[in-house]
């Protein structure tokens, strides 16, 4: 039996288990989520030490009440970057499988994952106006750079940038839902995302390591460079200025502030913490710009290494 012929028996193996996965244990958030029960205002909606202020000055200036506000602000941000990524990553899904054969277990799942997104993606907005937030749209640049992207991707990007904003959500939810003092609501959003999006994790992994060895230096050159591109784009837009606004600072300051905070920093490393081993360990990150980018981003040590 040839490698290639291996190949492609293992990929249909692991998508056929995630497709009898997804049969199993998928859900509606629209039925599975209790969305009546008003948000307790006398609880963070995630954990103090993950707002981006946490630490500062201007943190200590805030009231208990403010605080808590803020991290229902911030949650609905990361929810409204969510949107933002999971309608690229639908789009890079279905030009992924518009070439390939759909009777084949790994496009099928392809699909299942589409359908997954689709869901999170009313979870999200649903969930930004019980936070008690407004829609935090993108910036123009913001909106132009992932425009290009989710068009032009190649495979490889597809998959490094899916697990990059699917690890990235994955570390900061599996904390959330663990955490008995936090608003139910975040915490039983975490808890749907994190079950469908292990399998989307999975999937993202082993089609980014079959494609990747089989690309030339220059594709893999250009894909090093965009991914750090997007890992400081999208980590950059994680928290809009209006959450600030809503609690009554100064939105330029308190994102200046943020910026400079070295605990929002060893936080943002501690969230793209899984997603840097893997593409470490798969060669992702091996050039020294693209390095620079990780770390002016945050998302790796001031040495650059993951935290
Ligand atoms: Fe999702
Ligand atoms: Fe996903």
Not at 81 to 94: C, D, H, K, S
Not at 210 to 237: F, I, K
Not at 261 to 277: I, L
Request: glycine share 4%; with cysteine.
């Amino acid at each position: 039996m040839s490698t290639a012929t291996l190949r492609t028996t293992d990929r249909e193996d692991i998508a056929g288990r995630l497709l009898r996965s997804s049969a199993k244990a998928s859900y509606d958030p629209l039925t599975t989520i209790d969305w009546e029960t008003p948000v307790d205002p006398d609880r963070y909606a995630i954990p103090p030490h993950r707002v981006s202020l946490y630490g500062t000055e201007l943190w200590d200036q805030l009231t208990e009440a403010q605080r808590k506000e803020l991290s229902r602000q911030e949650v609905a941000s990361v929810a409204c970057v969510g949107i933002w990524f999971e309608a690229i990553l639908m789009q890079m899904l279905i030009r992924h499988a518009y070439d390939l054969d759909p009777t084949s277990n790994h496009v099928q799942y392809s699909y299942t994952e589409i359908g997954d997104e689709c869901r999170h993606s009313v979870m999200f907005a649903r969930f930004v106006t019980r936070m008690g937030a407004p829609y935090y749209p993108l910036d123009r640049v913001g909106r132009f750079l992932g425009r290009f992207f989710k068009a032009t991707s190649n495979g490889p990007l597809t998959f490094s940038a899916a697990l990059f904003v699917e690890e990235l959500l994955d570390q900061m939810q599996r904390e959330i839902m663990v955490d008995e003092d936090l608003e139910p609501l975040t915490r039983a959003v975490a808890r749907l995302h994190v079950t469908e999006e292990a399998r989307h994790m999975r999937y993202a992994r082993e089609e980014l390591i079959r494609d990747w060895p089989q690309r030339g230096a220059l594709t893999r050159a250009y894909s090093r460079l965009v991914l750090a591109l997007v890992a400081l784009h999208a980590t950059e837009r994680l928290i809009h200025p209006g959450c600030y606004a809503k609690v009554g600072l100064d939105p330029k300051l308190a994102r200046q502030v943020a910026e400079q905070n070295p605990h929002w920093r060893e936080s943002k490393t501690w969230f793209a913490r899984q997603a840097v081993e893997t593409f470490t360990a798969a060669g992702l990150m091996s050039s020294r710009l693209s390095r620079r980018i990780w770390r002016k981003a945050g998302l790796i040590g001031p040495t650059g290494d993951a935290a």
